[in-house]
T-cell receptor, first 117, second 112 residues
Framework: EAQVTQNPRYLITVTGKKLTVTCSQN?????MSWYRQDPGLGLRQIYY???????DKGDVPEGYKVSRKEKRNFPLILESPSPNQTSLYFC????????????????FGSGTRLTVV | GESVGLHLPTLSVQEGDNSIINCAYS??????FIWYKQESGKGPQFIID?????DKRQGQRVTVLLNKTVKHLSLQIAATQPGDSAVYFC???????????FGKGTSLLVTP
């Protein structure tokens, strides 16, 4: 089954304790992205990657890191989590067309609900 | 800045009725639009998309209408069912490329 898999689904952690949320896709998609979803603010892009070893900041990158060492994996790293990073996080992936623009939309993972206390 | 917004945050309809969810966009350069459905506890799921060279596209029980003159997008759901209860998001591509800009969502509640 074609899917984007995130782990963990739920995580409660303490301020300052480094954590990693994993994301893996089995569709051979080039483009991968992380979003956070907050009430009243909708989905906001954190980071994205257009290929292995190619990553760039989205709209709200502060406090986050990513890496893309393999095509299928795109982990989100919080080096020193803070309470304002409590949110619902989604990983998404898509094909990159030769036209250089979005053609098929994103496939989303099921989400990771993170609470930082 | 450019934004995608929704006219109504919540919509309640009776089972069997048709639903219409609206979305306004401000980026006249956007050429690709998508509707997503997000059920409780799940990630957004693709429903239907439309390119700017079209004004209407139909799927199974869903129709998307695009009015570029007034920068308006709508999702019509025919014969709404309880399983249609969810939050619906519109999204637009941002100035080409692969990033999608999402609206804040409309919650659709289907009552018996």
């Amino acid at each position: 089954e074609a899917q984007v898999t995130q782990n963990p689904r739920y995580l409660i952690t303490v301020t300052g304790k480094k954590l990693t949320v994993t994301c893996s896709q089995n569709m051979n998609h080039e483009y991968m992205s992380w979003y956070r979803q907050d009430p009243g603010l909708g989905l906001r892009q954190i980071y994205y990657s257009m290929n292995v070893e190619v990553t760039d900041k989205g709209d709200v990158p502060e406090g986050y890191k990513v890496s893309r060492k393999e095509k299928r994996n795109f982990p989100l790293i919080l080096e020193s989590p803070s309470p304002n990073q409590t949110s619902l996080y989604f990983c998404a992936s898509s094909f990159m067309s030769q036209m250089g623009a979005q053609q098929k939309g994103y496939t989303f993972g099921s989400g990771t609900r993170l609470t930082v206390v | 800045g450019e934004s995608v917004g929704l006219h109504l945050p919540t919509l309640s309809v009776q089972e069997g009725d048709n639903s219409i969810i609206n979305c306004a966009y401000s980026n006249s350069a956007s050429d690709y639009f998508i509707w997503y459905k997000q059920e409780s506890g799940k990630g957004p799921q693709f429903i239907i998309d439309i390119r700017s060279n079209m004004d209407k596209r139909q799927g199974q029980r869903v129709t998307v209408l695009l009015n570029k003159t007034v920068k308006h997008l709508s999702l019509q759901i025919a014969a709404t069912q309880p399983g249609d209860s969810a939050v619906y998001f519109c999204a637009e591509n941002r100035n080409s490329g692969y990033a999608l800009n999402f609206g804040k969502g409309t919650s659709l509640l289907v009552t018996p």
